[in-house]
């Protein structure tokens, strides 16, 4: 487990959107900052929420020159369908072997009976790699502070 704080490189990774599709962080951060948005599984209604706030969002942080990337261990499939009822355009990848996960130290080891899933958590990624901000909750419940994050994009437009 990783202790990342501000002004550590956010460890690269390559993780699958769709059959035969991966995404790789250190590809993303050349077209600008990334926002990464942890979530422990599709379908549930604080990460519909979540999510559906990101996407209402996409426009303005796409103004930002910033990119979101959506992170779960849940499987392409299941992202999916996610993606197509919530009408979301941004990546869902899938953390499918939750080697991410546990490299940027989030892993909640219970949820409602599930183990070792994503912790509910954003990370900002420069485009040099760095992370310039970090949210992190132990409470499954909580939604991120939104304008924390946007502020935390805006500072590096």
Not at 50 to 69: I, K, P, Q, W
Request: charged content about 25%; overall charge negative; proline content about 5%.
């Amino acid at each position: 487990m990783t202790d990342l704080t501000i002004g550590s490189d956010a460890p690269d990774f390559t993780l699958l959107e769709a059959p035969g599709k991966s995404v790789t962080l250190s590809e993303e951060i050349k077209k600008g900052p990334v926002v990464l948005v942890f979530y422990p599984a599709d379908f549930t209604s604080v990460c519909q929420k979540e999510l559906c706030s990101f996407r209402d969002a996409m426009a303005h942080y796409n103004t930002l020159g910033a990119n979101v990337l959506g992170i779960s261990v849940d499987g392409i499939f299941s992202h999916g369908a996610f993606k197509e009822k919530n009408g979301i355009k941004f990546p869902l990848l899938s953390d499918w072997e939750k080697t991410t996960i546990r490299e940027y130290g989030i892993v909640q080891e219970n949820f409602v009976g599930m183990t070792n899933v994503a912790k509910r958590s954003v990370f900002v990624v420069d485009a040099d790699g760095k992370i310039v901000y970090i949210w992190v909750s132990e409470d499954p419940g909580k939604l991120p502070p939104f304008d924390e994050v946007e502020m935390a994009v805006k500072k590096l437009s």
